[in-house]
RNA sequence: GGGCCUGUAGCUCAAUGGUUAGAGCAGGGCGCUCAUAACGCCUUGGUUGGGGGUUCAAGUCCCUCCGGGCCUACCA
């Protein structure tokens, strides 16, 4: 039994995600962790929320609520609404646990025994006002080279040139609007990773196999200009893992925190701890190569925007410790999905949210959805008309239409039992031969984690069930052969089920539902076609089920687009 | 500015340099009547963004121009 340890990029816990979040790396994640369950494989999904950072500082004052109130509230919302996406974490974490406090202070002090730190002070914008340290974001003013009034700090978003705060004119603060800026020197830990660089460069290429998307982002942060930078990995912000602790190999610290960026993918290991605390289970047989963890395969899933970290700093904290953790093998990166013409945009309410996607229709639409048209290749594009289409096309006509004209054909002509009687011959032969084919083919894109190849190999075995019934017609057969209609009934019943079992990554509702309306517990992966379609027998009982996924009507899909075309209200 | 990705049928997407560039949806025709007005079969539709080049052979490689997007290290 193969074992596989899965990531999901861990969401910001900054508000509600939208579908553009969730298609990047949650859902992908989720359909290869269902997949590899229902091959009878070990496996440890893990996700957590990202909760450190000064948009959480800033989002909870804003709240008016103290920081941890804020995003142990947040983290609730954001569990709920991914149970309702059925997303099957083994543990959904926080990057605030005491574990990932405990674990990124431990990778601080080994990343620094091997030389791997070094201290730095720098002089950066301090706003009097708010009384804090200001990312280059948060500052705005003229700028020098346009005259553009709302520059930012890092660059202009009119002439798109880049820049340092103390270039902007009449540098004001975002927070608060504050003029009273100054500069202020600062101390903070850089982690050495341009002395990783050769042996980072090495190990990226050595995954051939990769998501060009992956490897190329890689690639050009470690050889643009002078080559991968040493990077920060501390900030003057009060909400954070803090940088100053006992034990720690450097003084002066006080009050600083650890970067966001250094401690959310220790919380992927912190999780597994988080949940061997809560279970009772092993975590170091998850990540330490030395206790258990060396026949692990380690797969994330991400936005392209997380690349660089899973690429370089995460890997450069790993092997820069010198000790025997469990290192990635495969990253599986996501393009941007688009919304109807235009980005998703939080700030603007633009587009569809977790939440509000599920008050409209169950997970399984969306999954289905945003599965099937998962951004690998280059960015996509969400609209109303294509989602409608291919919910009311692939969904409720080929599949649950299928399943609805076989279960109430047997219903009227045989009861609600697989029928006695009839034998296969060369059509029923033939359908077994390409569903095998198929599913062979469908097993492969899973593993490759060819997530719209999948899909429409999925389709496509709906669709020879479809097929198959057309042109056996047990309709017709039954009127001058119920015997032979009863062997053709039996195996369509079965499809039912196999198709239960097959779709079970995508649409685990869907497929709980089709199990039970064939009130079956049989989740067993079909190794041979033929076998599978012998699962259930002669006289098993069954339940015609309720429509399984409903149409989406004309006047719906437009009352949807007006509502999410604007501000989110 | 630099780097990367991308441009293929009306739409969404496929195609290790190698038959006549393929699917789904939409459109047209036929069939079926078990079914959620569902299903099946057949079919229309392409100067592969423009131009040049390499090659026996180019959607694929090179150059150039045009369009779309992303990243550019202190948002995360």
Known sequence: MARHLITSAIPYINGIKHLGNLVGSQLPADLFARYQRARGNEVMFICATDEHGTPAELAAAKAGKDVADY??????????????????????????????????????????????????????????????????????????????????????????????????????????????????????????????????????????????????????????????????????????????????????????????????????????????????????????????????????????????????????????????????????????????????????????????????????????????????????????????????KDLADVLGNFVSRITKFCRSKFGEALPAGGAWGEREAALIDELNTRIRAYETFMEEKEVRKAAAELRAIWVAGNEYLQAAAPWTVFKTDPDQAAAQTRLALNLVRLYAVLSAPFIPDASEAMLAGMQTEDRSWPADAKAALEALPVGHAFTTPEVLFRKIADEEREDWQQRFAGTRG
Not at 264 to 290: Q, S
């Open 71 to 392: 995003c142990a509230e947040m983290h609730d919302v954001q569990a709920e609404i991914a149970r309702g996406f059925r997303l099957s974490f083994d543990h959904f974490g926080r990057s605030s646990s005491a574990q990932n406090r405990v674990l990124t202070q431990h990778f601080a002090v080994k990343l620094a025994e091997a030389g791997l730190i070094r201290e730095v002070t720098e002089k950066q914008m301090y706003s009097i006002t708010d009384g804090r340290f200001l990312p280059d974001r948060y500052i705005e003013g003229t700028c020098p080279n346009c005259g553009f009034e709302s520059a930012r700090g890092d660059q202009c978003d009119n002439c798109t040139k880049q820049l340092d705060p103390v270039d902007l004119i009449n540098p004001r603060s975002v927070i608060s609007g504050s003029t009273d800026l100054e500069l202020r020197e600062t101390k903070h830990l850089f982690l050495r990773q341009s002395e990783m660089r050769s042996k980072l460069q090495d190990w990226i290429d050595s995954k051939t196999d990769w998501p060009l998307l992956t490897t190329s982002i890689a690639k050009k942060w470690l050889n643009d200009g002078d080559g991968l930078q040493d990077r920060g990995i501390t900030r003057d912000l009060h909400w954070g893992v803090p940088a100053q602790f006992e034990g720690a190999p450097w003084s002066g610290m006080d009050g600083k925190v650890f970067y966001v960026w250094f401690d959310a993918p220790i919380e992927y290991i912190a999780a597994t701890e988080e949940w061997a605390d809560k279970t009772g289970g092993d975590w170091a047989r998850w990540w330490r190569t030395d206790r258990g963890a060396d026949d692990v395969t380690y797969t994330q899933f991400m936005g392209k925007d997380n690349v660089p970290f899973h690429t370089l700093s995460f890997p450069a904290t790993i092997l820069g410790s010198n000790e025997p953790w469990k290192l990635v093998d495969y990253i599986k990166s996501f393009n941007y999905l688009n919304y109807d013409g235009g980005q998703f945009s939080t700030s603007r309410g633009r587009g569809v949210f977790m939440d509000q996607a599920l008050e409209i229709l169950p997970a399984d639409y969306w999954r289905w959805w945003l599965l099937s048209h998962a951004p690998e290749s280059a960015d996509s594009e969400f609209t109303w008309e294509n989602f409608q289409t291919s919910v009311n």
